[in-house]
């Protein structure tokens, strides 16, 4: 009776453990590809404005550089940046914000 139990537990342990690996293996896919779309995403916005981009500016922000419509750009870039992060995150945490 103790080893049908001990082997019974044994397999229960493995599949867990199978199941665990698979969502590990999911969770690393899904970040990649996370990654991907907000390189795609970065990348975009730096094409959008990077003519106009003052790279020898003192400051991290140069849109006293860019155009309205830069500008419109640029914001409209980084909400979309916002909006795929918002995605990703879990329900609970983006609810409490």
Known sequence: MIENFNDHAERKVKNEFK???????DLEYGMRM???KLENIVDQCNYMYSDNYDY??????S???????MKTHKRACLALVNEEIRKQLPDDITNDA
């Open 63 to 69: 849109e006293t550089e860019l155009s309205d419509d």
């Open 34 to 36: 996370f990654h991907k």
């Open 56 to 61: 020898s500016s003192n400051t991290s922000d």
């Open 19 to 25: 199941y665990l690996k698979a969502c590990i293996i």
